[in-house]
């Protein structure tokens, strides 16, 4: 057994695999049916997907680890009152594990739609379940289960890869055939030529050479099909802060809720290394934790969640709003949220392109501050985000130099400008850009600063740089269906536009939250807000159009004191 496993079994095996009582089974039976497994059977197979939560009532099932190469253990026997599952249960998405029957096994299989009404029924109970889902999800990343990622380390084809499924909370296994003989053996038994990698072998036994997240994502069953018949009450266009606060209330709350990412969910949010003025979190939290958490709780409440799935238009009118996938798929909703907050500013460099995603980053995540270690780190911006960045990589990195169009002190909150000032690996360069990047290969060697007043150049040695320079709107991709935006891309919302609702844009029906929004406050607390706000608006939207009749029995919005 690895010894990661070991380790989190050692601290948390009670609450991962805890062992319910007679009375609790029973309770928990009543939402699922039984069913027998003889002896030796395959009760589910990685990269397919399993029946649902499968309550053990008697006999011994074995759950074991694989990654599509044959190879695994066994992570746990679960016997009477265990279950087996983690999180891809909630959504009946593949599994990522085996399950044996090691004997006869009896069970109660709960499939995902009543695994979602128990967690809501039985409070308790539902409690000790998600927090096993969870923390089994956390098991298997840490030992990296899953699928194989094999390709040179620092290539930039599988930093994107590695980068996609960490921010989508899937484990994975990543080798280099210069250093790891597996690797070497895949890479020869299917004839892999260097312009083929990375590869990926899949749980189900595929293999994708060079692939698009797309391409694996539905190897691995992160996405599927979508129903063209089902109409939702509200689609929402973004996973990050906002528009998962916008599931987690409209699905608590009733309705039926689509959320649609183009890349993972989280967003910007999500790169953040340690959020430390999001109220609740004294000690600070980092943006991958308290999105996973977000992401975890709107499945609870039933939300489906298509990631990656890139939307490419919105057509309104008189009837349902259709919002158009790239897939060539279209989704029916009664409203649409869009919080599809904003895409990174590139630099306006040469040669830029060189090195974006092997030596260029635009987010500071474990993965980023394991390449840096010991290395020379320029970073340019002059945001919070730039400062919890500079933050975390200077704990790692041999030197940092931050630059900075403007003093610290107007742009940054005062707390990260007094940490950073009290790091002695960071150096501060204060009224200067980014003029030029030199090295070869994708291998950044060093960059040229320009002093804006004057014009002086200096050279920096730098083998990483990070941007943090702000973002743009991602609404290039309504401004044919008529929503009015701002002079920035922005879209206006409410008053500004004459809209019946709060948050609402000049489309009826149709409503924008968190960065996207025009005048919004960059925070993820604002976001939030606007999250939860939006999902009032859209109950009285409904209410007040005939074709919601049908769903006016939802549970309406509580006072937040009730919250």
Same mark, same amino acid.
Not at 77 to 95: D, K, T, Y
Not at 335 to 357: I, M
């Given at each position: ?39 030796? *059977? ?54 990522? !594990? ?92 299917? /004839? ?42 509200? !689609? ?73 799935? /890139? ?30 907050? *904003? ?199 409904? *209410? ?20």
């Amino acid at each position: 057994m690895p010894e990661a496993r070991e380790s989190l079994i050692a601290t948390r095996g009670a609450q991962m695999f805890p062992r319910l009582t007679d009375e609790e089974i029973a309770r928990l039976s009543r939402f699922g049916e039984p069913r027998g497994y003889p002896k030796g *059977a395959f009760v589910a197979r990685a990269g397919e997907v399993a029946p649902g939560l499968l309550l053990i009532l008697s006999g011994q099932l074995e759950i074991r680890e694989h990654d599509g190469a044959g190879h695994g253990s066994t992570i746990v026997v679960h016997e009477r009152g265990n279950f087996a599952g983690e999180l891809a249960q909630l959504s009946g998405r593949p599994s990522l !594990v085996d399950a044996v029957a090691l004997t006869n096994v009896e069970t109660v299989v709960i499939p995902p739609d009543r695994l979602r009404a128990l967690l809501i029924a039985e409070a308790a109970l539902g409690e000790q379940i998600m927090r096993a889902l969870i923390l089994r999800r956390v098991g298997l990343i840490e030992t990296g289960s899953g699928p194989i990622i094999v390709g040179p380390e620092g290539d930039a084809g599988v930093l994107r890869l590695v980068n996609f499924l960490r921010r989508n909370g899937y484990p994975y296994q990543q080798l280099d055939p210069a250093t790891d003989s597996c690797a070497r053996t895949l890479v020869e038994q299917f /004839e892999v030529v260097p312009e083929e990698l990375p590869i990926v072998l899949c749980p189900n036994g595929n293999l994708l050479r060079k692939p698009s997240e797309d391409q694996l994502a539905r190897c691995v069953g992160l996405v599927g099909p979508v129903d063209p018949h089902k109409l939702y009450d509200v !689609v929402v266009v973004g996973a990050g802060p906002s528009g998962l606060a916008t599931a987690v209330y409209a699905g608590s709350e009733g309705l039926s809720v689509l959320v649609i990412d183009c890349r993972s969910f989280g967003g910007q949010a999500g790169a953040s290394a340690r959020i430390e003025n999001y109220l609740g979190f004294p000690t600070g939290i980092s943006g991958m934790a308290l999105m996973g958490r977000a992401f975890s709780q709107a499945q609870k409440f039933g939300v489906e969640i298509l990631v990656p799935e /890139e939307c490419v238009k919105l057509e309104c009118g008189n009837d349902p709003c259709h919002v158009l996938l790239a897939t060539g798929e279209r989704v029916k909703a009664r409203s649409v949220v869009l919080a599809t907050g *904003a895409r990174y500013r590139r630099l306006d460099v040469d040669r830029l392109d060189e090195f974006e995603g092997s030596s260029v980053h635009y987010w500071a995540s474990p993965l980023e501050a394991d390449l840096c270690a010991e290395q020379d780190v320029v970073l340019v911006g002059g945001g919070n985000s730039a400062g919890q960045a500079t933050v975390f990589l200077a704990g790692r990195a041999r030197k940092v130099t931050l630059v900075a169009r403007r003093p610290l002190e107007q742009t940054m909150s005062s707390y990260l400008v007094e940490r950073i000032r009290a790091l002695p690996n960071v150096d501060v360069v204060i009224g200067c850009e980014i003029a030029e990047l030199e090295g070869s290969d994708g291998e950044l060697r060093g960059v040229t600063i320009r002093e804006r007043d004057t014009g002086k150049l200096i050279r920096k040695a730098a083998r990483y740089l990070f941007s943090f320079i702000g973002a743009e709107p991602n609404t290039d991709w309504v401004q044919s269906s008529g929503i009015r935006l701002d002079r920035q891309g922005f879209v206006l919302t409410g008053e500004e536009v004459g809209a019946g609702y709060p948050l609402e844009t000049s489309r009826g029906g149709v409503f924008a939250v968190g960065d996207v929004r025009s005048g919004s406050v960059k925070r993820v607390a604002s976001s939030v807000g606007d999250g939860a706000q939006v999902v009032a608006a859209i109950h009285k939207y409904l *209410a007040e159009t005939a074709e919601a009749q049908p769903i006016q029995t939802a549970m309406q919005p509580q006072p937040a004191a009730a919250e």
